[in-house]
């Protein structure tokens, strides 16, 4: 009897674990300061959601759309896999951006899930036609009291192109000196970021690793394998950082250990 009820409450351990791991959303925020940034713009306040792959957080994702609300960001950025190409549902991943569209400005770029499923054009036109602004290889200047930023978004290479090729197209017209902010599926090209002059990049596709341990990072992640050096948090290499959201849901690997799925903020802030 004894061991019964020992494996009875290792049981309900594991299914509470698991639960809390993969659906208690938390907020991890981050401070942007850079002479680059225009007065004006100080304090602005960025949201970003990536790696949804079709999750639920809630009845038609209130919870995770009450998350974002409750950061009152001034826009949102959704960098890829909203979608998730194992189990296609376009309509369950609209929940979301429907409230979030309702909260601020959204732009989004695409993840390698949306190309997978073939269906790049039709996920384009459904964002479109709810106001969200879709950034496919191209940049679009914010402007406050004269002062400007450039917010620049790129496919991803499963599209066919390479990255540094897209990244050139996008910010053909962003002059030099201006603030870039890009949102790019991928982590694992940091070097390119880089070597394009990106001056904060927001990303995700890690997963966070997947399974996290204690002190040593992330396990695996696409395109970078075991151990991998970019799954979570901000990183820096000359001018150029990037931050790497752990993201929101699960793919072929379907539960995240020490993973909490989590949202963004990023806070601009004139140095």
Do not use: C
């Not at 004006?40 to 809630?58: C, T």
Request: net charge negative; aromatic share 8%.
């Amino acid at each position: 009897m004894k061991k019964l009820l020992y494996v009875v409450f290792l049981l309900v351990f594991i299914v509470i674990f698991l639960y809390v791991n993969n659906h208690w959303l938390v907020v991890s925020k981050h401070v942007y300061e850079s002479e680059k940034v225009p007065g004006s713009f100080n304090g602005l306040r960025i949201v970003q959601v990536s790696d949804l792959h079709d999750a639920l957080f809630g009845n038609n994702q209130q919870k995770l759309i009450a998350k974002v609300q409750a950061q009152n960001p001034d826009y949102i950025f959704i960098t890829g896999d909203v979608i998730d190409s194992n189990r296609y549902n376009l309509e369950q991943s609209l929940q979301a951006v429907r409230g979030l569209v309702e909260i601020a400005d959204v732009y989004y770029v695409l993840g390698n899930h949306e190309v997978a499923t073939n269906k790049v054009r039709e996920i384009y036109e459904a964002l479109s036609s709810l106001g969200v602004h879709v950034m496919a290889n191209e940049s679009t200047v914010l402007e406050r009291d004269g002062e400007r930023l450039a917010i620049v978004g790129i496919e991803d290479p499963l599209m066919g192109r390479p990255t540094e090729e897209m990244l050139e197209m996008a910010t053909a017209d962003v002059p030099e000196d201006m603030l870039k902010l890009l949102l790019a599926h991928r982590p694992e090209v940091f070097s390119t970021y880089v070597n394009q002059a990106i001056d904060l990049v927001f990303s995700g596709h890690a997963h966070g690793g997947q399974v996290r341990i204690p002190g040593v990072g992330g396990l695996v992640a696409p395109g970078q394998g075991l151990f991998p050096k970019f799954t979570a948090g901000v990183y820096e290499e000359q001018n150029t950082k990037m931050v790497v959201s752990r993201g929101l849901g699960n793919s072929s690997v379907p539960f995240r250990i020490f993973n909490l799925p989590e949202i963004i903020v990023m806070d601009l802030k004139k140095k």
